[in-house]
């Protein structure tokens, strides 16, 4: 009865994957080209990293392998969901380090333009959002159509066979877990390192002193290091020549790093400076005024993110900077007000010390062609995967 079962279900999957849900549907490659009202009704009060402001910003500094294309779906006229995408040039080297034997023959030879349902430079979910009165589960069956609906369009550019969705939290798991009834593979990645920071902390202080001694002390030495080795700490404007040093820092960290879906180029940081205000800052190490280190922050909500580092790895193997960099982003979170920081993924213990605790997070992949799709998901299995380490940080 259970493969019997698994056939009838398989049938049924069939059917609803070619059955339309009877929903309107604009799509665009431009941002502008969608009406403010119809966009902004449903992206407002949900991540910045929807807003048009910083969408626009990413459209104008997109990295070379990406490009952007936008959804909203209507019922009765009305805007219910509404989707953010990039169209990449992905490789299997990019994805996961190639190694060897046949796991890496394959990331060494994958080659394919994926259709991203997210931001590849940011972690979250960061590409869809619902109207309020939208059962979720329905907005999700609504997203797997959409993105369909875009991958047939994209035939006159190149196939698009490859469709990723990115970054799911445990807290919208259970909802979006119906588009695998459209072939869509649930991976889970490396955690997201999230430090709460709770209604009694409103200084950088308040946050050390509710520290255990063996952390509190640790923060400190590294703050009187680069004291007295003549290290400032500042917030700092961004202009072309600004924009230009943190992207060469930014590289420095982008070329260690295992998985590089999309590199930055430069204006980006410039780009989002312009267009978030307040909502953004750039806090840097300098010494002498050379620049050792930097750290940007925006502020999604009541959330700090940190958002991207560059280290001078030189100066770093003297020196504490990139540890200092996570305190400052704190440090920053606290002044905006937020009740948490998040670091994202990569140097988990780092941020362990600091307080922050793992929040699991999924992707959901799928490809056109079945023994693909099934490739697809070994291919993701090798991607690096750690676990956070346990740490009691705080003061009981």
């Not at 431009?30 to 009704?41: A, E, L, Y």
């Not at 002390?217 to 230009?244: H, M, P, R, W, Y």
């Not at 204006?267 to 307040?278: H, I, Q, R, S, T």
């Not at 009740?339 to 600091?354: H, M, W, Y």
Request: one cysteine or more.
């Amino acid at each position: 009865m259970k493969i019997i079962d698994k056939v009838k279900d398989k049938s049924q999957r069939h059917i609803e994957r070619h059955a339309t849900l009877g929903y309107q549907y604009l799509f665009a490659e431009s941002i502008g080209f969608i009406k403010h009202c119809d966009w902004d009704g449903i992206a407002d009060g949900n991540s910045i990293f929807l807003s048009r402001t910083d969408l626009e910003a990413i459209e104008a500094n997109s990295p070379e392998n990406t490009s952007q294309r936008y959804a909203v779906a209507y019922s009765n006229g009305e805007p219910v969901v509404i989707a953010a995408c990039q169209v990449a040039e992905i490789t299997g080297e990019k994805l996961a380090q190639a190694g060897n034997g046949i796991k890496g023959a394959i990331a060494r030879n994958y080659k394919e333009r994926a259709l991203v349902c997210g931001n590849l430079l940011s972690s979250g979910l960061h590409g869809v959002a619902f109207a309020k009165a939208l059962d979720p589960e329905t907005g999700w069956r609504i997203v797997a159509e959409m993105l369909y609906k875009i991958r047939r369009g994209e035939k006159l550019s190149g196939n698009v066979d490859f469709v990723l969705i990115k970054d799911i939290k445990e807290l919208e798991l259970e909802a979006s877990q119906i588009i695998e009834r459209d072939s869509y593979r649930r991976i889970q990645t490396d955690p997201s390192m999230v430090l709460e920071l709770g209604n009694a902390i409103s200084s950088f202080d308040d946050y050390i002193d509710n520290l255990r001694s063996k952390y509190r002390a640790k923060i400190k030495k590294v703050i009187t290091e680069l004291e007295q080795a003549g290290f400032e700490c500042s917030k700092i404007e961004i202009n072309t020549a600004v924009d230009k040093e943190l992207h060469r820092l930014y590289l420095e960290v982008e070329k260690k790093s295992s998985i590089r879906s999309a590199t930055l180029p430069i204006g980006y940081f410039l780009g989002l400076y312009n267009a978030l205000g307040d909502n953004f800052s750039c806090i840097a190490i300098k010494r002498n005024n050379l620049m050792a280190g930097f750290v940007t922050v925006i502020m999604d909500g009541n959330e700090a993110v940190a958002y991207y580092i560059g280290v001078d790895y030189q100066i770093n193997s003297d020196y504490p900077i990139y540890f200092r960099l996570l305190q400052l982003a704190i440090e920053r979170g606290i002044k905006m007000g937020c009740a948490r920081v998040s670091f994202g993924r990569t140097a988990l213990e780092p941020k362990a010390n600091l307080g922050a605790t793992p929040v699991d997070t999924f992707i959901y992949a799928r490809h056109r062609v079945a023994v693909v799709n099934y490739i697809v998901r070994q291919l993701f299995k090798k991607a690096p995967f750690d676990t956070a380490p346990e740490r009691a940080v705080t003061k009981l």
